[in-house]
Each structure stands twice: as structure tokens, then as C-alpha cells.
């Protein structure tokens, strides 16, 4: 009876509290939107639309859910942009990898620039001698200025880091066109900047070639995609051979109608980079990017943002965790404002 008279006591209490404005007992489908808000939101991060959106992607992506208790040993980066096109591409498998536009237009761009560069290694010192260097002493610079490719690295690396894939890839297909056509030209004294771009262009293709395929398809399936494109590009270069003798015994060792092929056939490959420009740029996701994992840099900076005029996101990290438990942050989210 004294249990009973207690329980209507705090009744009377609760709903007297209701009616004079504070947190009364109210049923569930009393709940407003915004009560629902609230109850989703961290309690100690203000609640806002950004941060109420940010709370569902995380939900909806499980980070940091009690039956996926994350490693106490990993460490979390802030919230970067990315294409929902190429988070879901490293999430399919390797066949449908190795099938997709990415993959097949990818392989198409590195396989003919590969070819070009290799060809034109070869065939360095022909090329200048039928242009007048009877001494080799631009075939000893070019020996020599591929020593120098090092000095390029903060170059391609701003390019991969701050400008993206369409970028670095359309900058290195076209110093390859450049190249190309500078070879072309019958003067000997312009083959020494032929010799530079042709150094720089080569050296920017394979520093891309694998921080791109990583970055894109992830780590799952890298090296059988790798493994495929390299005997593609390895059996196509077997032309180069025929291509050669060609050049020699009927062209009477005058590479100039090669070189502009060159030209002819790298030229398209620029819708490509255009293209691959336009898809980083759609439908954007923010990603968390966990030290190790197979996620690019975050190639939209604030100068970016402001030009989509695209707002920051918050800068947002993981907590430490403590014995499988969160040690500070939300609960529910385990985020920190």
C-alpha cells in the first residue's frame, strides 16, 4: 500500500511538472520531430542540421557500433570528401573491378603511355642521330637528366594530394603529347627540352600509376589488377620492336611520322582525364579515413569548397578506446564535437 501511494504521488508530481512547462511523462506519440532530433543528437554536441546529418551517416555506416567494437591500436583522420562512385568501387569484387569503366579506361591510358615512353627510350639515340647528334651528346644528356626526376616528386605529389586524378592524369597525358610533338620537329638544339619533358612526364607516370590504382580500387584486389594490366601493357610493348625495324628499314630511320602518331592517338585520351575529373566531383560523401586503408587524401581544400561552394564539414575524430569501451564522446556514435 505504501508502494502504491508513492507511485501515485510521483505520477501526480510528473504530470503536474508537465503542465507547468518542464520534462514531464508524456507518450510516445506525443514526441515532436524535433524532440526525435534531440534524442539522436550526442549530448555534448550542439544540435544542428550538419551535425544531425553527420550523426546518421555514422549510424548508418556502424562506425563505432557495440557489436563492432573498433581497435584500441588504430587511429581515426577527420572527415574527407570523396565520390560515392569510387567508395563503392573498392567494395566490389574482382571481377566486377577488373570490368568496370575505371579499370578498362585506366588500363587503355597507362598501356599507350607506357608504350610511347618505353618506345622513345629505346629508340632515343636513333631518333637523335638521324636529327644530326653524330657526337651523342644529347644521348649522353638524356642518359644523364633522368638522374634529375627526384627533384619533380613535391610536384606530382601536389598534384595527387591537392588537384586529383583527372588533373595529375590530363597533366601527365599531356606532357606525353607535348613530348611527342617536340620530337617531331627535325631541330637538334630543341631535343634537349624534348629530353626534360619526356624525363618528367615518365617519372610523373609511374609515381601515379600505383598511389592511383590503390587509392581507386583499394588494396583487396591490387595486386591482380596490377598483375592484369602490366602483362597487358607487357605484350603491347612487343610491338614496339616491328615498330622500330619499320621506322629503320622503311622509313629510312626517320621517326618523325611515328612521333606524330604518338601525337594522334594520345590526343583523345584527354576526354578521359576530363571525365575522370567529373566523376571525383559527383555526389560526394564524407569518409573517415583510417590510418593504413586504401582511402586517397582529401583532394577538395577549402579553396575547393569555396568554388563548389560546398560548406566545411566539422573536424570530427574517433575517441581513444579503453578495454573495448569507448573512454569518452557519445555513446551511441562515439563522436567528439
Known amino acids: 500500500r505504501r508502494d502504491e501511494g508513492g507511485e501515485k504521488a510521483g505520477t501526480r508530481e510528473g504530470m503536474q511538472g508537465a503542465d507547468a512547462g518542464d520534462s514531464g511523462l508524456r507518450p510516445p506519440s506525443d514526441l515532436s520531430a524535433q524532440d526525435a532530433d534531440d534524442a539522436t543528437t550526442s549530448p555534448e554536441m550542439p544540435s544542428s542540421p550538419n551535425n544531425a546529418a553527420l550523426n546518421r551517416r555514422v549510424e548508418d555506416a556502424e562506425v563505432g557500433h557495440e557489436s563492432m567494437p573498433l581497435p584500441s591500436d588504430v587511429s581515426y583522420g577527420p572527415l574527407v570528401f570523396e565520390s560515392r562512385r569510387f567508395v563503392d568501387l573498392r567494395k566490389k569484387s574482382f571481377s566486377e573491378q577488373v570490368r568496370s569503366a575505371e579499370s578498362l579506361w585506366m588500363g587503355v591510358f597507362y598501356t599507350l603511355n607506357v608504350f610511347f615512353q618505353q618506345f622513345y627510350l629505346g629508340s632515343q639515340r636513333l631518333q637523335l642521330e638521324h636529327k644530326g647528334d653524330e657526337g651523342h651528346a644529347y644521348a649522353s644528356f638524356g642518359q644523364v637528366v633522368v638522374a634529375f626526376a627526384g627533384f619533380t616528386i613535391p610536384i606530382i605529389a601536389w598534384l595527387l594530394d591537392k588537384k586529383g586524378y583527372g588533373v595529375t592524369l590530363g597533366t601527365i597525358n599531356a606532357i606525353s603529347v607535348l613530348s611527342g610533338a617536340l620530337m617531331a620537329i627535325p631541330w637538334l638544339w630543341i631535343q634537349s627540352l624534348t629530353l626534360t619533358l619526356w624525363m618528367v612526364g615518365r617519372f610523373f607516370m609511374y609515381s601515379s600509376y600505383f598511389a592511383i590504382f590503390g587509392a581507386l580500387f583499394g588494396f583487396k ?15 603491347f610493348g612487343l610491338l614496339q620492336f616491328p615498330l622500330t625495324y619499320f621506322a629503320i628499314h622503311q622509313l629510312n630511320g626517320n621517326f618523325t611520322w611515328i612521333n606524330v602518331f604518338q601525337v594522334i592517338i594520345l590526343s583523345p585520351l584527354m576526354l578521359f582525364c576530363y571525365k575522370v575529373y567529373g566523376w571525383e566531383r559527383q555526389d560526394l560523401v564524407p569518409i573517415r579515413p583510417m590510418e ?16 563548389m561552394k560546398m560548406p566545411n564539414m566539422p573536424h570530427v575524430e574517433l575517441p581513444a578506446f579503453v578495454g573495448g569501451r569507448r573512454s569518452e564522446g557519445d555513446a551511441r556514435t562515439g563522436l567528439n564535437p
Open 221 to 235: 584486389n591490387f595486386g591482380k589488377l596490377v598483375a592484369v594490366d602490366n602483362i597487358v601493357n607487357g605484350l
Open 292 to 307: 593504413g586503408e586504401e582511402l586517397p587524401c582529401d583532394m577538395l581544400g577549402n579553396r575547393e569548397r569555396k568554388k
